[in-house]
């Protein structure tokens, strides 16, 4: 009997751990990792490019914590407004499936946020407006009133996902640096051509909820072809970037050799084949393309 109640109580145990580590995974993937790794880049970067030099551990961590925290709690945010649409597109997302409610989500987003807004403050007033003003953005201007524009909605994610080169710069200089400018450019479009793209992927949970997306007003091909045009600009004006004075930085230089060849690739399959396999593939793409892009950027800044 002691021996049935022992296993009962040690599967009970298992079983709870798989519970919690499942709602580990769940939250985690609220926050969409790969999205905080690239605007951790961005303000990275932007850091760099603005002082031309790696920043002191303080300037580098209240920074790049404030940023990372904001967008963790915008993708928490609109998760859990945008649960209806995920539905179709996304079933498999933690609120959707049903592993997180809506109300911890809810919650989840707001803490993460008042962590991100508190670790702003030892940076600067500039900083911490950029951020709290970009967040605004990104949460209730986009999710409330211009996610269902389609075009205008993706300019906004754009803009919001570029400006973290912009944020890197003003966290350390309070001012914005030109080349920092340029490079935030350059991602405006690369980012622009992604959320176009995504529309295709998008498509059936878009049309359900009256998004009028690039891909439902004048069909897939035109959103590959347009999304494609848009990750051209940052191909063909990215290498101007790299006439920017660094010394001895060959190696990274033959780095972003290798990622712009893959923007092409990408490009390429996208226009041949412009369905919803193909945009999830080259959403995914463009990812990596661009962390590795802003890996040599660092590098080249470093040696």
Known sequence: MLAVRLKTRSEGCLLNSKKHLALFKAYVQLTRPLGIILIGFATVVGQIMALKRLPESFMLVFPLL????????????????????????????????????????????????????????????????ILTVTYGLSVFFYSLFTKRTGLFGNIIVAFCVSIGFVYGSISVTNSINPTVLYLSLLSFFANLGREITQSIQDMDGDKLKGVRSVALVHGSRFAAILGSFCCGVTIFLGPILFLYPFENAGFPYLIVLFPEVGFLFSIFFLLKEPTRERALKFIKQVNLWTVMILVALILLASF
């Open 66 to 129: 404030a940023s990372a925290l904001a967008t963790a709690s915008s993708f928490a945010i609109n998760d859990y407004l945008d649960v209806d649409i995920d539905r179709i597109n996304n079933p498999e997302r933690p609120i959707p499936s049903g592993v997180v409610s809506r109300e911890s989500a809810l919650r989840f987003g707001i803490a993460l946020f008042l962590a991100g807004f508190f670790a702003s403050l030892p940076t600067n007033f500039m900083a911490t407006c």
